[in-house]
């Protein structure tokens, strides 16, 4: 799979890959499948992301996971592997037909027991939880625009120590651009950006994995 980091050169997203815990056949597949329909592959997220966030899963002994934007389920396979027996994630999509492709790829992991699929609008499956230590950690990978709404509805369902990762928060380095100021993708981002790193209820810091990957703790 490509690099998703234009900052880092072929040579070194092969080796930083490499020495990192690599996609087994599983995922292998799961990757040329998804790269087999087109520029959409895009959405999934690049394997040293997924390889972090297992271990991430794993470190923090999260139980209770949710995620938004699921797409062909990497994300998903990555976070559910990363939990213990009973821990369960709760993912959220509007997508059957790319929904579909991780399901199969979930079953064949042996981790669908964990994972419970909602296809609706994400912001109305928030809405309907009820509020307050519903999640370990949350997971954001959706429509831009509404970054920030999904964390405004996700803060107060963590858990005090939940953590929230968001992807793509680096938009491939525009984001600290001053000459570009169109696109209304890089503009959401910039906005979740600025209010995220001033907002009291979490400590924030943004790792260049990929193409930006957000980390946040509920304080």
Not at 31 to 59: N, W, Y
Not at 102 to 126: D, H
Request: charged share 25%.
């Amino acid at each position: 799979m490509a690099s998703k980091s234009p900052w880092l050169s072929d040579e070194l997203h092969a080796y930083i890959v490499g020495h990192g815990t690599p996609p087994d056949d599983i995922q292998q597949r799961l990757i040329d499948e998804t790269a087999a329909l087109g520029g959409v592959s895009k959405m999934q997220i690049a394997p040293e992301q997924g390889a972090f966030m297992t271990l991430l899963c794993r470190a923090s002994s999260a139980r209770k996971l949710i995620e938004i934007g699921t797409f062909t389920g990497y994300s998903a396979l990555a976070l559910a592997r990363g939990l213990p027996d009973d821990g369960r994630l709760l993912c959220c999509d509007v997508s059957e037909e790319w929904t579909a492709i991780a399901r199969r790829y979930w079953k064949e992991a042996g981790v669908e027991n964990k994972i419970e699929l909602r296809i609706a609008p994400a912001l109305e499956t928030l809405r309907s939880l009820p509020m307050g230590d519903e999640f370990d950690l949350a997971f954001i990978d959706a429509d831009k625009e509404n970054y920030l709404a999904y964390a405004e509805e996700i803060v107060p369902r963590l858990q005090q120590g939940g953590l929230l990762l968001v992807d793509n928060t680096l938009w491939s380095g525009e984001v600290a651009d001053p000459t570009i100021v169109e696109g209304d993708d890089l503009l959401a981002i910039r906005a979740f950006n600025d209010a995220f790193a001033a907002d009291p209820r979490v400590d924030v810091v943004v790792l260049p994995i990929s193409d930006g990957l957000t980390l946040a703790r509920k304080r």
